[in-house]
């Protein structure tokens, strides 16, 4: 079982739909989630960064953190074409040694 | 320039080749990595730099070599390469050492295609 499970898409939607992009995790010392967006023949850049469950909201984007099912999440309002890219997810564990675990990426094409 | 540079953008070598692949960072990281990106894989960390002190080295085959001369240039030696080694090699760097607590920032990477 990986680490970190992603559906790889790719996931095509509308101009101006709510995108709902997901991932799972198997390690409860993961405490730490962060979203990269990665544009074609670029490297990923990081777009939001959350600790505890919950949610954290920045614009058009809402991360959103289910601890007890381990369960991540990145919304999209009102999406755009400039939104076309792949979003990795990513996890960071507490104490010792830290380390970063991505998802595999799901692709994303919104269309106009 | 700001931000993290990879270069070249892409390299096609033999397998007898040798090459190095070169990343600047002009943020004031003191913490670099670099990563593999092959399709429909995670990323791959191979190297971790931290202070300039190598701190993980994640069983990488020894015809990957890394170099890191100061904190703000990274380089990856490349010898005597299979073709399932043709991937993305992305570089990155964070100002928090070696985990990444702040998040990475990436390089466009390099596009490595052994033949």
């Known amino acids: 079982q990986k680490e970190v499970e992603q559906d790889p898409g790719p996931l095509s939607v509308p101009e101006g739909a709510i995108v709902s992009l997901n991932c799972t995790y198997s390690?409860?010392?993961?405490?730490?989630f962060m979203w990269y967006r990665q544009y074609s023949r670029k490297g990923p850049e990081l777009l939001m960064y959350?600790?505890?469950?919950g949610n954290k909201e920045d614009g058009r984007f809402t991360a959103q953190v289910d601890k007890s099912s381990k369960y991540i999440s990145l919304f999209i309002r009102d999406s755009q074409p400039s939104d076309s890219a792949t979003y990795l997810c990513?996890?960071?564990?507490?104490?010792?040694?830290?380390?970063?675990?991505f998802g595999t990426g799901t692709k994303l094409q919104v269309i106009p | 320039e700001t931000g993290v540079t990879q270069t070249p953008r892409h390299l096609v070598m033999g397998m007898t080749n040798k090459k190095s692949l070169k990343c600047e960072q002009h943020?004031?990281?003191?913490?670099m990595y670099w990563y593999k990106q092959s399709a429909k894989k995670p990323l791959e960390l191979m190297f971790v730099?931290?202070?300039?002190?190598?701190?993980e080295n994640n069983s990488v085959p020894s015809r990957f070599s890394p170099e890191c001369p100061n904190s703000s240039h990274l380089f990856l030696h490349l010898h005597t390469l299979q073709p399932e080694d043709s991937a993305l090699y992305l570089c990155?760097?964070?100002?928090?050492?070696?985990?990444?607590?702040?998040?990475?920032?990436f390089g466009s990477g390099t596009r490595l295609t052994v033949v």
């Open positions: 990513a996890t960071l564990n507490s104490g010792g040694y830290q380390k970063v675990t």
């Open positions: 730099y931290s202070l300039e002190e190598r701190v």
């Open positions: 990155a760097s964070s100002q928090d050492g070696a985990g990444g607590w702040y998040g990475y920032t």
């Open positions: 390690n409860s010392a993961f405490q730490y």
């Open positions: 959350t600790y505890s469950s």
């Open positions: 943020l004031g990281h003191n913490a």
